[in-house]
């Protein structure tokens, strides 16, 4: 049991003195809320957070039954005791049956017993709560499978259609030349489903995976590493990379989160390139200081508008007509930045460029 | 030979839409092929075209900031006397059953036809719906 959770009890009974002993008697081991009063009674369920509702059967405007009857109907999830001190069959019959009662208890009550029946009715409804927020979060992942599947379906099947249409194209053609041409466009296609897969499996790396790795983080050779995977990406070779890595210390981290990270902020920055221009530029530059990290990354490609800038984060969000992806590399990345504790942040003017600025704190 | 049609090629893809216009031009179909990579632009085509001519559209469905369902709604907005003379047909890599019965039963839309594009079956679309 969670010792850390309050239990809330609330304890009717139109005679005082009852009310007075029962609260001497617990109130150490719970926050004890008492009442002559079930219409006061009704409003404190309601305000206090009550967990377990004792109620004594013998009360003047209602049973005590008929007040857990109520109960049973407005909150369904309460705990309910009945507290009798006359053995009464037909009170024991209705409690069950209109009061859906978990525990009966006999005055004089026992203190143990009467503990008893607290820890195992508050046992009962804190499982009932969990579950409850465990069945919500299950509605809510699968809302998001659905939307995965119909998403990733597409950006799946999209390449490979597009693949077999230039295939079907190149059976009525002879030149060499336009061949040529197809199978450079069939490569481009390739390399999208490839970096769609990539995504998929950096996702799932990323939020299904729970165990934590820390190991040293090199981020120069990081760096090399994710842009030696990028040198197909159309126009690699015309850009121009300026690298500023200051690292003088050891930093710890997650190297699948951080290489991420790098990922998709480098292969956006590649590939949302401004035609218009005549330098392509993407400043690199991280730094490693007291155990944490920045990494900034900006290039001078077509810039986000500032009214998608907010959206950019969702899941499947796909930002323009030029180039789009697949609409989860910025979600993987923002994922992987808060799991670190870290932040990100965005700077962006239309055809003027995009900065990323990420920091990670150090972790003790 | 069969009759050739003015296209309006509408997706997301440049490659697709460079498979799309080969494949009409490789089978002769076309008479005219324009292409609109936003769909809002061929929305914006239709509104000023004034000419009397009638169009194919041939409409990708799952686009950023406009999917094909968007772009038919907005479509339906126009005259009707000018709705008369597009005749879309969606084309989409879509298996998902939801769409294409959305695809199927929306009005304006005549037919879905799944990519990679199939001359033979679109002339077949285009026999059945009294357009060739």
């Not at chain 1, 009310?19 to 719970?30: E, G, I, P, Q």
């Amino acid at each position: 049991m969670n010792i850390n959770l309050p239990i809330n009890v609330l304890y009717v009974d139109d005679e005082e003195h009852n009310l007075y002993s029962f609260k001497a008697n617990f109130r150490k081991d719970y926050n004890i809320y008492t009442t002559i009063d079930t219409a006061e009674a009704l409003e404190m369920v309601d305000t206090k957070n009550i967990s377990i509702v004792m109620a004594d059967q013998r009360m003047p405007i209602m049973t005590g039954v008929e007040f857990l009857e109520i109960i049973r109907i407005k909150y369904p999830e309460k705990i309910r005791i009945l507290i009798t001190g006359h053995t009464d069959i037909g009170a024991a019959i209705d409690a069950i049956n209109r009061g859906e009662v978990f525990r009966f208890i006999d005055k004089p009550w026992d203190a143990d017993y009467v503990k008893n029946a607290i820890a195992t009715g508050f046992e009962i409804f804190r499982t009932r709560e969990d579950l409850k927020k465990k069945n919500l979060d299950l509605q809510k992942a699968n809302e998001e499978l659905d939307h995965f599947i119909y998403s990733a379906s597409h950006d799946l099947r999209a390449p490979l259609m597009s693949i077999l249409g230039i295939v079907n194209l190149s059976e009525v053609e002879n030149e060499v030349e336009v061949l040529k041409q197809y199978f450079s466009l069939i490569q481009q296609s390739v390399l999208r489903l490839d970096s769609f897969v990539i995504n998929i499996i950096d996702y799932y790396r990323n939020t299904r995976n729970k165990s934590e790795i820390k190991e040293s983080i090199d981020f120069k050779k990081m760096t090399a590493e994710v842009l030696a995977t990028m040198r197909y990406l159309p126009n690699f070779d015309k850009i121009i990379f300026n690298s500023y890595i200051i690292q003088e210390e050891v930093f710890h981290s997650d190297p699948i989160k951080i290489r991420i990270i790098l990922n998709n902020l480098l292969s956006n920055a590649i590939k949302f390139q401004d035609p218009a221009k005549e330098d392509f530029i993407i400043n690199i530059q991280i730094e490693v200081l007291n155990m944490g990290c920045t990494i900034n990354i900006e290039d001078n490609g077509i810039g986000i508008a500032t009214s998608q800038l907010k959206n950019i984060f969702k899941m499947f969000y796909r930002g323009g007509i030029m180039n789009s992806g697949s609409g989860v590399g910025l979600y993987i990345v923002e994922e992987a930045v808060h799991k670190l504790l870290g932040e990100i942040k965005v700077e962006s003017v239309e055809k003027e460029g995009t900065k990323f600025i990420i920091s990670i704190p150090g972790k003790n | 030979m069969d009759q050739q049609h003015n296209f309006l090629l509408v997706d997301d893809s440049t490659l697709d839409l460079f498979i799309n216009e080969k494949m009409l031009k490789v089978n002769q179909m076309a008479a005219s092929i324009r292409k609109f990579l936003d769909p809002r632009d061929c929305l914006q085509f239709i509104q000023t075209e004034n000419t009397y001519e009638t169009f194919i559209i041939l409409l990708d469905l799952q686009m950023p900031l406009m999917n094909g369902f968007g772009f038919v709604e907005a479509f339906q907005e126009f005259e009707p006397s000018m709705q008369k003379r597009y005749h879309i047909f969606m084309l989409s890599s879509t298996v998902d059953s939801g769409d294409i019965q959305k695809a199927k039963s929306m009005e304006g839309i005549i037919d879905i036809l799944s990519k990679p594009l199939d001359p033979k079956m679109l002339k077949k679309l285009l026999v059945e719906a009294k357009l060739a």
